[in-house]
């Protein structure tokens, strides 16, 4: 076999390399090397150019042998003291007679064959972990670029966009608001106090408006209502029966007494609306005490006036006529097998016999009443025709249910 060679480069012993690998290299003459059988590191240019015969038994075989009973040789090599010149090694004290080498320096074909297969298995492991790991985060970048689109999506047309709609849709109001006269401001006044408000903007909820308009608004409407009806003006005293008089229809809580009150002096201003509603109010007995007779007065003077609610009201109570209490007058009856009082709060009178059982005498009181309007079709139907003129179509209805 032949001489086995080892040469140091950057403090490190290469090896192990036969004479003719060793030469091309090209070493420079500084290099230092280092054969089986040397006592120490020689440069290469003082290496004999002919390779020393083998002994009987190989040197690399003796070596190998030393190998597995020695410590290892360290080499520490120094910093050159010019660039490009190799660096020279420093030779380290032996611990035993002979140079440590590393046992992992020696390695057979089958261990280094094993050794590289290894290490490509390994590299190719690596290769295809690292493309599941940058195919894991492509998709967790795509993943995360959809998912903002989405909620960019989702912000700009469910929160953004409806608000800036709104705040322009309030910013509106507030300029009408501030420089409306009396009259809009009268009406929007109502529209701020409805529960049914109609602001007319696209895309925009009526209820949105409402919390952001109209509730911070609500007293000053009331008040410039309210004001008006006590200055004398009608149609601030109906509308203040309005409020008080439908629960389902104003922020305003429900007050009948007021109502009437209102709609009564809304009426003595000549509101023909306010005569409507206050028979309206004499009829139920909603606010003030039932009276039959002053809602006809009423409901007569509205329809006189072509009110069309007061002329269909009219019809109504044609169509039906309208009878009253009138007094009331006592009837006697009698009560067998002791009964007792048919009727509570009857008056007994007397008992007695008669061919067959006994029998209780009892005064029973009934109510008179008075037809203060007759039914009378043809005016009903009269009263409806002038009022489905005039657009009402409570009125148009009972014309084609009743006259079809």
């Known amino acids: 076999m032949k001489i086995v060679y080892f040469y140091a480069k950057d403090g ?8 003719e690998q060793l030469d091309d290299l090209h070493l420079t003459p500084d290099t230092l090397v280092w054969h089986y059988g040397l006592t120490g590191w020689i440069p290469y240019k003082n290496l004999p150019k002919q390779a020393v015969k083998e002994d009987e038994e190989s040197p690399f075989d003796k070596f190998c042998a030393w190998l597995k009973g020695k410590k290892k040789t360290t080499v520490k090599a120094e910093t050159p003291a010019k660039p490009g010149v190799e660096k020279p090694v420093e030779q380290v004290a032996e611990t ?5 080498v590393d046992k992992q320096e020696v390695v057979s074909a089958p261990v280094a064959q094993k050794s590289e ?3 490509e298995k390994r590299e190719k492991t690596r290769r295809i972990l690292k493309k599941i790991l940058i195919g894991f985060l492509i998709f967790i970048g795509v993943a995360a670029v959809a998912f903002g689109g989405i909620c960019l999506y989702g912000y700009l047309k469910y929160e953004y966009i409806p608000e800036k709609r ?5 910013a509106d109001l507030e ?4 420089e409306a006269d009396s009259y809009e401001k009268r009406a929007m006044a109502v529209k701020i106090l409805s529960k049914k408000a109609e602001w007319g903007y696209e895309d925009v909820p009526d209820s949105d408006i409402d919390q952001k308009f109209s509730v911070p608004k609500r007293k000053a409407a009331f008040k410039l209502i309210e004001d008006g009806a006590y200055r004398g003006d009608s149609w601030c005293q109906f509308q203040m029966g309005q409020f008080y008089g439908y629960e389902d229809t104003y922020h305003v809580t429900i007050n009948y007494t007021k109502a009437a009150y209102w709609w009564k002096e809304a009426a003595m201003n000549g509101h023909l609306g306010g005569y409507d509603n206050l028979g309206w109010a004499y009829e139920y007995g909603q606010g003030v005490s039932k009276n039959m007779t002053k809602a006809i007065e009423c409901y007569r003077i509205s329809a006189e006036g072509n009110d069309d609610y007061g002329l269909y009201n009219m019809g109504r109570l044609y169509e039906t006529g309208v009878t009253v209490p009138n007094g009331y007058h006592y009837e006697q009856y009698r009560s067998y097998h002791g009964n007792g009082p048919k009727y509570s709060g009857d008056i007994f009178v007397r008992s007695g016999w008669d061919d067959w059982d006994s029998y209780e005498v009892y005064k029973h009181r009934v109510t008179d009443y008075k037809v203060i309007l007759p039914k009378d079709m043809n005016k009903a139907r009269a009263y409806w025709k002038k009022a489905a003129a005039l657009g009402n179509e409570n009125a148009k209805e009972k014309l084609q249910r009743v006259f079809e």
Do not use: D, H, Q, V
Not at 12 to 19: A, D, E, V
Not at 96 to 100: D, G, H, L, N, V
Not at 166 to 170: G, P, T
């Open 175 to 178: 300029t009408k608001w501030a």
């Open 96 to 100: 035993t007679e002979k140079p440590a």
């Open 117 to 119: 297969e290894k290490s």
């Open 12 to 19: 490190k012993k290469i090896g192990p390399l036969n004479r």
């Open 166 to 170: 709104l705040n322009e849709a309030c």
